[in-house]
């Protein structure tokens, strides 16, 4: 279940999940501070709506993003010794003792060591921060190279046209013109994987488009005193947006 993830708009991503981010969702650049960009996954046009979470906590895609599959688990290092050391947030929702049998697993087993489950998310934490390292790396060089530039993308309504500001994408003319040791140097480092998997990926944000129309065509402002009339409509868009959802599910996870 993913519904944690539902209000969040943007995710970060590393260059080994990046084949698989690149077949159904978008991938773009963030600043993150002046001049230094991170590598996302962007998941809906408003801060706090991810439009591949469903209402039930399903998942729009057929692959999702290894920084909400090892959540609430994060590595951070140590100040004082230098070592990475496991960490989760205390605010999470994922961890407690009440929580159904069905939907989750034991953080240790009957001798206290550590649940083949919670080995598997550690291993997991482990592998992204180590291709989060890579990343950062890349998107440094490609910086160094001028190969970011801004992506302004248009949402067009019935009633007005709205910009998005912010997003970053590859500048394909400037790396059609790399000199040729640019280009090996990005080979080398694994840089045109991630170049041209950024580049596949814009043709995602039609699917992202479509969603985010859907989500704007069915929601309707409802008064706290409804009429029966008024509750009677209410339930047939309700049954109409899970016909959507049915629909562009089927859409996004057509291989």
């Known amino acids: 279940n993913w519904a944690f993830a539902k209000k969040e708009n943007i995710c970060k991503i590393c260059l080994a999940e990046i084949k698989q981010i690149a077949e159904k969702q978008v991938i773009v650049f963030l600043e993150e501070k002046k001049d ?7 998941q809906g046009f408003e801060k ?21 599959r090892m959540q609430p688990f994060n ?6 010794t230098n070592n990475l050391v496991l960490c989760f947030d205390e605010n999470t929702k994922l961890i407690g003792k009440n929580l159904e049998k069905d939907h989750s697993y034991p953080m240790f087993d009957k001798k206290e060591n550590p649940s083949p489950e919670l080995l598997e998310t550690i291993s997991l934490s482990k592998k992204f921060l180590e291709s989060s390292k890579e990343t950062a790396n ?5 910086a160094d190279l001028n190969l970011i530039e801004q992506w302004p993308i248009k949402l067009k309504f019935e009633d007005e046209e709205k910009q998005i500001d912010g997003i970053y994408r590859i500048n394909q003319k400037k790396l059609y013109n790399l000199k040729s ?28 488009k479509q969603l985010h129309y859907q989500l704007k065509k ?18 047939q868009q309700k049954e109409e947006i899970e016909e959507v959802n049915n629909l562009v599910n089927d859409l996004l996870s057509d291989d």
Do not use: C
């Open 218 to 235: 069915f929601s309707k402002v409802i008064s706290k005193d409804k009429s029966l009339r008024d509750q009677a409509i209410e339930r």
């Open 181 to 208: 040791t640019d280009v090996f140097t990005l080979f080398k480092n694994h840089g045109l994987e991630l170049v041209y998997s950024q580049i596949i990926s814009m043709n995602n944000t039609t699917y992202l």
């Open 36 to 42: 230094t960009f991170g590598l996302y996954t962007i």
């Open 75 to 80: 590595f951070l290092m140590d100040s004082n």
């Open 138 to 142: 890349i998107v440094a060089l490609l």
């Open 48 to 68: 706090t709506n991810n439009l591949y979470v469903t209402d039930d906590g399903g998942w729009l895609s057929n692959y999702v993003p290894a920084y909400y």
